[in-house]
T-cell receptor, first 114, second 113 residues
Framework: KAGVTQTPRYLIKTRGQQVTLSCSPI?????VSWYQQTPGQGLQFLFE???????NKGNFPGRFSGRQFSNSRSEMNVSTLELGDSALYLC?????????????FGPGTRLTVL | QQQVKQSPQSLIVQKGGISIINCAYE??????FPWYQQFPGKGPALLIA?????SEKKEGRFTISFNKSAKQFSLHIMDSQPGDSATYFC????????????FGTGTRLTIIP
């Protein structure tokens, strides 16, 4: 069974630009969550999508947004990039509505904002 | 507000020794506690998870000990090997893992020969 895939793996952008990251969950997984990982703040929850609906949202500004498609694939968008947005963005998929619902992470997209 | 505190920040253990990483949580609504292992350039991978209705869970060389009254849980790696060198994160979630994961700050583990 293929794991969670994320594209692209690396991105370099400049301040003020916008970026879109993509995530394909494990086949059969309907929930997709996004996390930001930085050395200073660690792993922080961005948002979760299930059946094309945002189910949960973390404490990030409105510049961070996402969506989920009918095939469960998800994208996140960051507009008006700031230097502090440089991070590893991780996508995790899960079955949802399961006991001991395991979240499986992809390899991440490394975003560098110059 | 950091809801899951993890210690130590870094840990060096000799090959064959026991590695112990500790976490404490504040929110008593948490009912699912996974541990993740992350290698450089990779995403976190689930190692082992526990629910508060058991005090210990073992999978191979990895054991979680859970103290509900103290709101603490720990990861023990027995017979630590150089291949175990990685960053370990504890986490907590509500609704049996069907809610967002709240992560600890991570422990960088180095196993020396």
């Amino acid at each position: 069974k293929a794991g969670v895939t994320q594209t692209p793996r690396y991105l370099i952008k400049t301040r003020g630009q916008q970026v879109t990251l993509s995530c394909s969950p494990i086949s059969g997984h309907r929930s997709v969550s996004w996390y930001q990982q930085t050395p200073g703040q660690g792993l922080q929850f961005l948002f979760e999508y299930f059946s094309e609906t945002q189910r949960n949202k973390g404490n990030f500004p409105g510049r961070f947004s996402g969506r989920q498609f009918s095939n469960s694939r998800s994208e996140m968008n960051v507009s008006t990039l700031e230097l502090g947005d440089s991070a590893l963005y991780l996508c995790a998929s899960s079955l949802f509505v399961a006991e001991n619902n395991e979240q499986f992470f992809g390899p991440g997209t490394r975003l560098t904002v110059l | 507000q950091q809801q899951v505190k993890q210690s130590p920040q870094s840990l060096i253990v000799q090959k064959g020794g026991i590695s112990i990483i500790n976490c404490a949580y504040e929110n008593t609504a948490f009912d699912y506690f996974p541990w993740y292992q992350q290698f450089p350039g990779k995403g976190p991978a689930l190692l082992i998870a526990i629910r508060p209705d058991v005090s210990e869970k073992k999978e191979g060389r990895f054991t979680i000990s859970f103290n509900k009254s103290a709101k603490q849980f720990s990861l023990h790696i027995m017979d630590s090997q150089p291949g175990d060198s990685a960053t370990y994160f504890c986490a907590a979630s509500k609704n049996f893992g069907n809610e967002k994961l709240t992560f600890g700050t991570g422990t960088r583990l180095t196993i020396i020969p």
